[in-house]
Protein backbone atom coordinates (compact mmCIF):
# COMPACT_ATOMS: atom_id res chain seq x y z
CA UNK A 1 0.00 0.00 0.00
CA UNK A 2 1.50 3.43 -0.97
CA UNK A 3 2.41 5.22 2.53
CA UNK A 4 2.16 8.83 1.63
CA UNK A 5 2.26 10.38 5.52
CA UNK A 6 5.98 12.08 5.90
CA UNK A 7 4.90 14.11 9.82
CA UNK A 8 5.73 12.24 12.73
CA UNK A 9 8.68 9.91 15.16
CA UNK A 10 17.35 5.89 -23.52
CA UNK A 11 14.72 5.09 -25.94
CA UNK A 12 13.27 1.85 -26.93
CA UNK A 13 16.24 -0.29 -26.20
CA UNK A 14 16.53 0.44 -22.47
CA UNK A 15 12.82 0.62 -22.63
CA UNK A 16 12.39 -3.10 -23.36
CA UNK A 17 15.59 -4.08 -21.10
CA UNK A 18 14.09 -2.70 -18.03
CA UNK A 19 11.20 -5.38 -17.01
CA UNK A 20 8.63 -3.72 -18.86
CA UNK A 21 7.99 -6.30 -21.26
CA UNK A 22 4.93 -6.10 -23.96
CA UNK A 23 1.75 -7.81 -22.58
CA UNK A 24 1.13 -10.88 -24.82
CA UNK A 25 -1.53 -11.74 -25.83
CA UNK A 26 -3.65 -8.25 -25.19
CA UNK A 27 -6.64 -8.56 -23.81
CA UNK A 28 -7.69 -5.32 -21.75
CA UNK A 29 -7.37 -1.10 -22.26
CA UNK A 30 -4.13 -1.19 -20.56
CA UNK A 31 -2.27 -4.14 -22.19
CA UNK A 32 -3.80 -2.09 -25.52
CA UNK A 33 -2.44 0.82 -24.38
CA UNK A 34 0.95 -0.45 -23.36
CA UNK A 35 1.38 -1.82 -26.84
CA UNK A 36 0.40 1.45 -28.30
CA UNK A 37 2.97 3.34 -25.86
CA UNK A 38 6.12 1.54 -26.84
CA UNK A 39 4.89 1.43 -30.81
CA UNK A 40 6.51 4.18 -33.12
CA UNK A 41 2.92 3.73 -35.25
CA UNK A 42 1.98 6.85 -33.43
CA UNK A 43 4.66 9.29 -34.50
CA UNK A 44 4.87 11.10 -38.07
CA UNK A 45 7.90 9.03 -39.60
CA UNK A 46 7.51 5.74 -37.85
CA UNK A 47 10.92 6.17 -35.42
CA UNK A 48 9.72 7.35 -31.72
CA UNK A 49 6.95 5.68 -29.71
CA UNK A 50 5.99 7.12 -26.02
CA UNK A 51 8.30 5.31 -24.62
CA UNK A 52 11.43 6.97 -26.51
CA UNK A 53 10.82 9.94 -24.33
CA UNK A 54 9.42 8.68 -21.11
CA UNK A 55 11.70 5.55 -20.55
CA UNK A 56 10.77 2.72 -18.27
CA UNK A 57 14.49 2.38 -16.94
CA UNK A 58 14.23 6.13 -15.75
CA UNK A 59 11.30 6.35 -13.75
CA UNK A 60 9.25 6.57 -17.24
CA UNK A 61 11.27 10.29 -17.74
CA UNK A 62 13.78 11.23 -20.07
CA UNK A 63 17.75 11.28 -19.29
CA UNK A 64 17.30 14.08 -21.67
CA UNK A 65 16.90 18.50 -20.85
CA UNK A 66 14.73 18.46 -23.90
CA UNK A 67 13.47 15.13 -25.45
CA UNK A 68 13.61 15.08 -29.04
CA UNK A 69 10.94 14.48 -31.28
CA UNK A 70 10.80 13.33 -35.08
CA UNK A 71 13.86 13.96 -36.81
CA UNK A 72 15.72 14.73 -34.00
CA UNK A 73 13.67 17.99 -33.45
CA UNK A 74 14.48 19.48 -29.12
CA UNK A 75 11.52 19.96 -27.23
CA UNK A 76 10.60 23.19 -25.04
CA UNK A 77 10.39 21.16 -22.20
CA UNK A 78 12.07 18.43 -20.18
CA UNK A 79 9.67 15.28 -20.28
CA UNK A 80 8.22 14.73 -16.63
CA UNK A 81 7.42 11.40 -15.62
CA UNK A 82 4.25 9.52 -16.47
CA UNK A 83 4.24 7.16 -13.35
CA UNK A 84 1.67 7.47 -10.41
CA UNK A 85 -0.08 10.09 -11.90
CA UNK A 86 -3.19 8.78 -11.52
CA UNK A 87 -5.78 11.75 -9.82
CA UNK A 88 -3.37 14.27 -9.86
CA UNK A 89 -5.30 16.42 -12.95
CA UNK A 90 -4.35 18.43 -14.71
CA UNK A 91 -1.30 17.18 -16.90
CA UNK A 92 1.83 18.51 -18.01
CA UNK A 93 4.18 21.54 -16.59
CA UNK A 94 1.44 24.12 -17.83
CA UNK A 95 -1.21 22.22 -16.76
CA UNK A 96 -2.75 22.13 -20.64
CA UNK A 97 -4.65 18.61 -20.02
CA UNK A 98 -7.64 18.35 -17.88
CA UNK A 99 -7.60 14.38 -17.93
CA UNK A 100 -5.08 11.54 -18.20
CA UNK A 101 -6.82 10.72 -21.68
CA UNK A 102 -6.12 14.14 -23.13
CA UNK A 103 -2.51 14.36 -22.07
CA UNK A 104 -2.23 10.61 -23.82
CA UNK A 105 -2.58 12.37 -27.32
CA UNK A 106 -1.52 15.76 -27.08
CA UNK A 107 2.26 14.56 -27.92
CA UNK A 108 0.91 12.73 -30.65
CA UNK A 109 0.01 15.85 -32.59
CA UNK A 110 2.57 18.07 -31.17
CA UNK A 111 4.97 19.36 -34.04
CA UNK A 112 8.05 18.74 -31.56
CA UNK A 113 7.29 15.18 -30.46
CA UNK A 114 5.45 13.08 -32.50
CA UNK A 115 3.95 15.64 -34.97
CA UNK A 116 0.98 13.28 -36.34
CA UNK A 117 -2.09 14.89 -36.67
CA UNK A 118 -4.88 12.57 -34.50
CA UNK A 119 -7.27 11.46 -37.87
CA UNK A 120 -3.73 9.91 -39.29
CA UNK A 121 -3.48 8.48 -36.11
CA UNK A 122 -6.67 6.83 -35.88
CA UNK A 123 -6.15 6.08 -39.79
CA UNK A 124 -3.12 4.27 -39.66
CA UNK A 125 -4.71 2.16 -36.74
CA UNK A 126 -7.69 1.39 -38.68
CA UNK A 127 -5.88 0.06 -41.62
CA UNK A 128 -3.76 -1.94 -39.10
CA UNK A 129 -4.12 -5.96 -39.61
CA UNK A 130 -2.96 -5.86 -35.83
CA UNK A 131 -4.23 -2.99 -34.19
CA UNK A 132 -8.19 -2.90 -36.32
CA UNK A 133 -9.08 -6.39 -34.57
CA UNK A 134 -7.58 -5.45 -31.39
CA UNK A 135 -10.04 -2.37 -30.74
CA UNK A 136 -12.28 -4.50 -32.14
CA UNK A 137 -12.17 -7.03 -29.19
CA UNK A 138 -11.49 -4.86 -26.27
CA UNK A 139 -13.41 -1.73 -27.34
CA UNK A 140 -15.93 -3.10 -29.59
CA UNK A 141 -15.32 -0.41 -31.62
CA UNK A 142 -13.12 0.60 -34.52
CA UNK A 143 -9.98 3.21 -33.04
CA UNK A 144 -10.81 6.00 -32.57
CA UNK A 145 -9.27 9.40 -31.04
CA UNK A 146 -11.58 8.74 -27.85
CA UNK A 147 -10.40 5.12 -27.79
CA UNK A 148 -6.91 5.80 -28.10
CA UNK A 149 -6.81 8.45 -25.35
CA UNK A 150 -8.58 5.41 -23.32
CA UNK A 151 -6.09 2.45 -23.42
CA UNK A 152 -3.21 4.89 -23.34
CA UNK A 153 -4.85 6.58 -20.09
CA UNK A 154 -5.58 2.92 -18.94
CA UNK A 155 -1.93 2.18 -19.27
CA UNK A 156 -0.50 4.50 -17.47
CA UNK A 157 -2.65 4.54 -14.22
CA UNK A 158 -1.36 1.17 -13.96
CA UNK A 159 2.31 3.28 -13.63
CA UNK A 160 1.93 2.72 -9.82
CA UNK A 161 5.03 2.86 -7.19
CA UNK A 162 4.65 2.23 -3.62
CA UNK A 163 7.20 0.06 -2.18
CA UNK A 164 10.33 2.19 -1.37
CA UNK A 165 12.19 2.48 1.38
CA UNK A 166 10.24 5.26 2.97
CA UNK A 167 6.58 3.37 2.82
CA UNK A 168 8.46 -0.13 3.72
CA UNK A 169 9.78 1.93 6.67
CA UNK A 170 13.51 1.39 5.89
CA UNK A 171 15.01 4.35 5.98
CA UNK A 172 18.67 5.38 6.70
CA UNK A 173 18.87 7.65 10.01
CA UNK A 174 20.59 9.95 7.15
CA UNK A 175 16.92 10.03 5.00
CA UNK A 176 15.22 10.31 8.38
CA UNK A 177 16.56 13.40 9.33
CA UNK A 178 16.02 14.54 5.69
CA UNK A 179 12.48 13.58 6.11
CA UNK A 180 12.26 15.53 9.20
CA UNK A 181 14.01 18.78 7.34
CA UNK A 182 11.47 18.09 4.92
CA UNK A 183 8.53 18.39 6.53
CA UNK A 184 9.98 21.43 8.85
CA UNK A 185 9.09 25.30 8.95
CA UNK A 186 12.38 25.60 7.79
CA UNK A 187 12.69 24.66 4.42
CA UNK A 188 8.46 23.98 3.67
CA UNK A 189 9.65 21.57 1.11
CA UNK A 190 5.65 19.78 2.38
CA UNK A 191 3.80 22.69 1.45
CA UNK A 192 3.77 21.64 -1.96
CA UNK A 193 5.09 18.26 -2.39
CA UNK A 194 2.27 16.80 -0.19
CA UNK A 195 0.62 13.90 -0.69
CA UNK A 196 0.80 10.12 -1.42
CA UNK A 197 3.12 10.98 -4.62
CA UNK A 198 4.66 14.69 -2.88
CA UNK A 199 2.60 16.91 -4.94
CA UNK A 200 -0.28 19.34 -4.31
CA UNK A 201 -1.34 19.10 -7.61
CA UNK A 202 -0.63 23.08 -7.72
CA UNK A 203 1.39 25.50 -9.55
CA UNK A 204 4.21 27.76 -8.15
CA UNK A 205 7.09 29.68 -9.43
CA UNK A 206 9.94 28.66 -7.96
CA UNK A 207 12.33 31.34 -9.47
CA UNK A 208 13.20 30.11 -12.63
CA UNK A 209 11.71 33.24 -14.68
CA UNK A 210 13.77 36.09 -15.58
CA UNK A 211 12.04 37.46 -18.67
CA UNK A 212 16.12 37.56 -20.15
CA UNK A 213 17.43 34.09 -20.01
CA UNK A 214 14.40 32.22 -18.41
CA UNK A 215 11.67 32.84 -20.55
CA UNK A 216 8.95 30.01 -20.64
CA UNK A 217 5.98 32.04 -19.02
CA UNK A 218 4.82 28.32 -17.97
CA UNK A 219 1.16 28.24 -16.59
CA UNK A 220 0.02 31.81 -17.75
CA UNK A 221 0.85 30.70 -21.67
CA UNK A 222 -2.80 28.30 -20.59
CA UNK A 223 -4.46 31.38 -18.48
CA UNK A 224 -3.35 34.45 -19.35
CA UNK A 225 -3.27 35.84 -16.04
CA UNK A 226 -0.31 37.76 -15.03
CA UNK A 227 0.03 36.29 -11.43
CA UNK A 228 0.32 32.99 -13.21
CA UNK A 229 4.14 33.85 -15.07
CA UNK A 230 6.37 31.56 -14.83
CA UNK A 231 4.51 28.86 -12.43
CA UNK A 232 4.64 25.19 -13.04
CA UNK A 233 3.10 22.11 -11.78
CA UNK A 234 4.77 20.61 -8.53
CA UNK A 235 5.76 17.61 -9.95
CA UNK A 236 5.73 14.46 -7.57
CA UNK A 237 8.76 13.07 -6.28
CA UNK A 238 8.37 9.55 -6.13
CA UNK A 239 11.32 7.69 -8.08
CA UNK A 240 13.07 11.24 -8.58
CA UNK A 241 16.68 9.59 -7.68
CA UNK A 242 16.04 8.01 -11.30
CA UNK A 243 14.52 11.19 -13.44
CA UNK A 244 17.42 13.31 -13.68
CA UNK A 245 17.77 15.85 -14.70
CA UNK A 246 15.48 18.11 -13.15
CA UNK A 247 12.85 21.13 -13.41
CA UNK A 248 10.47 21.81 -16.89
CA UNK A 249 13.74 23.37 -18.32
CA UNK A 250 15.97 20.01 -17.07
CA UNK A 251 18.50 22.61 -16.17
CA UNK A 252 19.77 20.61 -12.54
CA UNK A 253 21.43 17.30 -13.37
CA UNK A 254 21.64 16.02 -10.00
CA UNK A 255 19.33 16.09 -7.05
CA UNK A 256 22.69 18.24 -4.91
CA UNK A 257 22.01 20.85 -7.64
CA UNK A 258 18.19 21.07 -7.20
CA UNK A 259 18.92 21.26 -3.14
CA UNK A 260 21.70 23.77 -3.66
CA UNK A 261 19.10 25.87 -5.59
CA UNK A 262 16.37 25.61 -3.14
CA UNK A 263 18.81 26.82 -0.22
CA UNK A 264 19.36 29.92 -2.41
CA UNK A 265 17.29 30.47 -5.34
CA UNK A 266 18.89 33.97 -6.22
CA UNK A 267 22.66 32.32 -6.53
CA UNK A 268 21.42 31.06 -9.89
CA UNK A 269 18.90 33.67 -11.02
CA UNK A 270 19.63 36.77 -9.44
CA UNK A 271 16.51 38.48 -10.70
CA UNK A 272 13.61 36.15 -10.51
CA UNK A 273 10.14 37.81 -11.58
CA UNK A 274 7.11 36.72 -9.58
CA UNK A 275 8.36 34.19 -7.46
CA UNK A 276 6.95 32.47 -4.92
CA UNK A 277 7.13 34.03 -1.27
CA UNK A 278 8.06 30.63 0.22
CA UNK A 279 11.43 31.48 -1.52
CA UNK A 280 12.33 34.83 -1.08
CA UNK A 281 14.66 33.94 1.94
CA UNK A 282 17.78 31.57 1.51
CA UNK A 283 17.60 28.70 3.99
CA UNK A 284 20.99 28.67 4.87
CA UNK A 285 20.87 24.49 4.80
CA UNK A 286 23.88 23.60 6.44
CA UNK A 287 26.34 20.80 4.40
CA UNK A 288 24.90 17.44 6.49
CA UNK A 289 21.36 18.95 6.53
CA UNK A 290 21.69 19.19 2.43
CA UNK A 291 23.01 15.30 2.74
CA UNK A 292 19.93 14.55 4.46
CA UNK A 293 17.83 15.65 2.70
CA UNK A 294 19.44 14.01 -0.75
CA UNK A 295 19.06 11.06 1.17
CA UNK A 296 15.28 10.99 1.71
CA UNK A 297 14.34 11.96 -1.64
CA UNK A 298 16.52 8.95 -2.63
CA UNK A 299 14.54 6.99 -0.48
CA UNK A 300 11.20 7.42 -1.97
CA UNK A 301 12.49 5.32 -5.35
CA UNK A 302 10.66 2.24 -5.48
CA UNK A 303 12.97 -1.55 -5.12
CA UNK A 304 12.80 -1.58 -9.37
CA UNK A 305 14.93 1.29 -9.49
CA UNK A 306 17.32 1.32 -6.33
CA UNK A 307 20.72 -0.36 -8.37
CA UNK A 308 19.96 2.68 -10.82
CA UNK A 309 19.92 5.47 -7.97
CA UNK A 310 22.79 4.03 -5.85
Same mark, same amino acid.
Given at each position: ?????????????????????L????????QL????? $????????????C %????? &??? *?????? %?N?L??? *??????????????????? $? $??D?RA???????????????E??????????R?N???V???????? $??Q? &?????? *???L %?????????D???F?????????????Q???????K??D?????????????N??????????D?G??????????? *?????P???????????????MF?????????????????P???N??????????????????????L? %?????????K??
Amino acid at each position: MKKWWVLGGLGLAIAFGSGFNLPSPVKTKAQLGKKLF $FDPILSKDHTISC %ASCHI &PAF *GFADTL %ANSLGVD *GTPGSRNAPTVMNLRGHDP $F $FWDGRAASLEEQALMPIENPVEMNLSIQDAVKRLNNSKVYKPLFLSI $FKQL &PSSKNI *GLAL %AAYQNTLETDESAFDLDEMSESAERGRQLFVSDKTKCFDCHNGPDFTNDDFKNIGLFDGVNLIDEGRAVITKKKEDL *GKFKTPGLRNVAVTAPYMHNGMFKTLEEVVDYYDNPYQFVPKPINIDSTLRDPLKLTVDEKKDLVNFLK %ALTDKQYLKKAQ
